[in-house]
């Protein structure tokens, strides 16, 4: 047998609730100001019995979410709000979530809106931090492979201009094997700090696995991104230079970006190859729609042994 409220128990029994919740629930009419509230409401600073009238359903969302939570104060009164919760972030500051329900009278007219917001901050840190751990490599703190995929794609389908430069270590697992990999661990952060030194503000790096890097360049032709890729190779080169018993260097396939993420990629997989095939610690310039010169000047040399791992 079903329990039975009279309608004083139940406004009893909701009072309680109400107190004893951290949910702010409210009343507004139906311009949108709020009428009545829970003692929650204090949680935004606002203290409503204190008030000539309460605040604008809008002066409770910071930015430009304020026009969304009105059309849904209006969606609701008219009958047509969905029910579904809606995220902002608050004046007060934090995120909430709201959800409205119009309030009619005896003759089913409506007078106003009842909403019921809870704060949502918590899981909106947990969730940013879930969102960079995914697209975030552990090692180095760049991003990972699926994050330069994306942007890679973000770039070719907005039709920016640009390069995409691929940076292998090579001998990687010789130097992992002699030195361990803990070691190992010390060059890949180590060449990502070069990367992050050596290349320009808006360059985007990524760590797209094992011991191979992408440089995403926007707006920039081929040889000018090629300025910026043989310096990271030759400073490699110098750190290692003397200190340890296998060649530490490094070589790049840098391409301008082609109508697709595959097509991208496979061009400036093909002349890492290259540059492989041609002895490594050098940079290759794959396809193109104009021929791109030899360098004429000799590789410089730069001291940056303040980031060189400690192998010794």
Not at 60 to 67: K, N, P, T
Not at 136 to 141: A, E, F, G, N, Y
């Amino acid at each position: 047998m079903g329990v039975e409220f009279t309608l004083q128990e139940r406004a009893a029994l909701y009072g309680m609730l109400a107190d004893n919740s951290d949910d702010i629930i409210f009343k507004c009419d139906a311009r949108g100001f709020v009428v009545s509230a829970t003692p929650a409401l204090a949680a935004l600073g606002i203290n409503l019995p204190t008030l000539l009238f309460g605040p604008h359903i809008r002066d409770l969302v910071a930015g430009g979410d304020a026009a969304a939570i009105e059309a849904e104060h209006r969606a609701a009164l008219s009958g047509r709000s969905t029910g579904r919760w809606l995220e902002f972030p608050a004046m007060a500051g934090g995120w909430f979530e709201i959800r409205m329900r119009r309030l009619c009278d005896a003759s089913d007219r409506a007078y106003g809106v009842l909403c019921v917001m809870r704060c949502v901050t918590e899981r909106k840190r947990l969730e940013e931090r879930l969102f960079t751990a995914e697209l975030t490599d552990p090692l180095t703190r760049l991003t990972n492979r699926t994050a330069f995929t994306a942007m890679l794609d973000y770039l070719i389908g907005s039709g920016a201009e640009g390069c995409l430069a691929l940076f292998d270590l090579d001998h990687f697992m010789t130097l992992n094997m002699h030195y361990g990999h803990s070691a190992g661990d010390d060059l890949l952060r180590g060449f990502a700090d070069l990367l992050g030194t050596l290349t320009r503000t808006d360059d985007i790096l990524s760590r797209i696995g094992g011991e191979r890097f992408a440089v995403l360049m926007p707006q920039i032709d081929p040889l000018s991104a090629r300025e910026i890729c043989e310096p990271v190779i030759e400073t490699l080169a110098a750190m290692g230079h003397g200190t340890l018993e296998c060649a530490l260097t490094a070589s790049c396939g840098l391409t301008p970006l082609d109508r697709s993420v595959d097509l991208s990629v496979k061009h400036a997989e093909l002349a890492l190859f290259l540059a492989k095939a041609k002895g490594r610690s050098r940079v290759e310039i794959g396809r193109t729609d104009h021929p791109v010169p030899a360098p004429a000047r000799p590789m410089r040399s730069a001291n940056f042994l303040a980031l060189a791992p400690q192998f010794a």
